[in-house]
């Protein structure tokens, strides 16, 4: 099948959202490609004129925070052609949504729109899902000024989108790849020789690089502070140890100036969230937010066919 481009409209909110357009369009060409297999939609083709159109509507059919409205809209302009069809948005990526809550409605070719269907569908019921779990972080930890962070740990070529539907949860997103900060986990420091040697090999290799530095103990936090840390990772710690580690850097910046910011990470439930967000750290990570987050159920409905 060969599709249309976006319309300007629908790539200016991409773009406006923080995601590369012509990105997102390679995504979407290549699960259209995945979906036909080389082939035709043969139900649709078989059943449907051509020539027929039709109005749908994209309702949520649970409660939950939506994301991926205009990637869904930039998939029924792909292959039904934007030209052809008329997008009328009825809620925005952020909003939190209600059950029966129409989003969108679209008039346009019947037999397109149904192939189209899925794939829109697919991305952005999961897109909703990750932004719909991280609302509920947000929640969770309101007034207490922690702030929750998504992880690497995201479905393969879709990190962007994934770290978009945090941001629209209300989530903020950690470093976005290996390059633009650095993380120092357990094994670069068992490599390096030790906490302070591989903070000093990063920074000589790029200076001015935000570094992070793992620990598991109250030990590692003061090593890590002494060699310049700017964020330090405190994985795997109970909220007692973690109200510890919090004075550590208050005595720390107290006594050198310098700032340290603490982030909360492993094994975090929903659960959990309130009691360490109240330990005063200053992050709390959360992988799950991306690769464990069911989708919210958003459903495609026929109003009016022609």
Not at 74 to 93: K, W
Not at 220 to 237: C, E, K, P, S, Y
Not at 279 to 293: D, K, M, P, R, Y
Request: charged share 20%.
């Amino acid at each position: 099948m060969e599709l249309s481009p976006v319309s300007g409209d629908t790539s200016q909110r991409l773009a406006a959202a923080g995601l590369d357009p012509a990105r997102i369009a390679d995504i979407i060409g290549a699960t259209v490609a995945e979906d036909l297999d080389g082939g035709v939609d043969i139900t649709s083709v078989s059943t449907v004129p051509a020539s027929q159109r039709s109005i749908v509507t994209f309702g949520a059919r649970a409660d939950g925070c939506l994301s991926g409205l205009d990637i869904a809209c930039a998939v029924v302009e792909m292959v039904c052609g934007a030209g052809n069809v008329v997008i009328e948005r009825l809620a925005a990526d952020g909003d939190r949504l209600t059950k029966g809550d129409v989003i969108a409605r679209v008039t346009a070719p019947t037999q397109r729109m149904l192939t189209a269907e899925r794939t829109a569908l697919n991305l952005m019921c999961h897109l909703s899902g990750i932004a719909t779990a991280t609302s509920r972080w947000v929640d969770a930890v309101a007034g207490t000024g922690a702030v929750i962070r998504d992880t690497r740990k995201t479905t393969p070529m879709l990190r962007a989108l994934e770290k978009y539907a945090v941001r629209c949860g209300g989530g903020q997103n950690h470093r976005m790849s290996l390059s633009d900060a650095a993380l120092v986990k357990d094994n670069h420091i068992a490599a390096a020789g030790g906490v302070r040697e591989a903070f000093g090999l990063i920074r000589a290799a790029a200076a001015g690089l935000p570094i992070e530095i793992e620990v598991d103990t109250l030990e590692q936090l003061r090593t890590a502070m002494d060699a310049g840390a700017d964020v330090v990772l405190l994985d795997n710690m109970q909220p007692a140890v973690m109200r510890e580690a919090v004075q550590v850097v208050a005595a720390h910046k107290s006594s050198t100036g310098h700032d340290v910011l603490l982030e909360a990470s492993g094994g975090l439930t929903l659960d959990d969230a309130r009691a360490v967000a109240e330990t005063g750290v200053h992050f709390i990570s959360v992988g799950g937010l991306t690769h464990s987050s069911p989708i919210l159920d958003i459903g495609l409905d026929f109003e009016t066919i022609a």
